[in-house]
């Protein structure tokens, strides 16, 4: 059974910097690709990363946002740095296989101006 478990989500002063983190169980995160979205009104993505190590971003964290994934400890990052109060948000993580999608439960990030 794949497991998602998100943490490092916390309050931050605007242009401040988290990092968060998604460990994997029950599957291997460099052997998929392996998503960022965030809830706000509406779930939406932020970045993504192939089994190969390539990235996409949303223009709206282009350049401010990393992600990136550890495999010996199987988990996928994301570096947040020049946070705006635009990005308080539950950020979760995300896989998709054989068409079934798993979801974490979910880490809140909360920027103040």
């Known amino acids: 059974q794949v497991k998602l478990v998100e943490s490092g989500g916390a309050l931050v002063q605007a242009g401040g910097s988290l990092r968060l983190s998604c460990a994997a169980s029950?599957?291997?995160?460099?052997?998929?690709?392996m998503y960022w979205y965030r809830q706000k009104a509406q779930r939406e993505l932020v970045a993504g990363i192939t089994?190969?190590?390539?990235?996409n971003y949303a223009d709206s964290v282009k350049g401010r946002f990393t992600i990136s994934r550890h495999d010996a400890k199987n988990t996928v990052y994301l570096q947040m740095n020049s946070l705006k109060p635009e990005d308080t948000a539950v950020y979760y993580c995300?896989?998709?296989?054989w068409g079934v999608g798993t979801w974490g439960q979910g880490t809140q990030v909360t920027v103040s101006s």
């Open positions: 089994s190969s190590g390539l990235t």
């Open positions: 029950g599957m291997i995160v460099s052997g998929n690709t």
């Open positions: 995300n896989v998709v296989r």
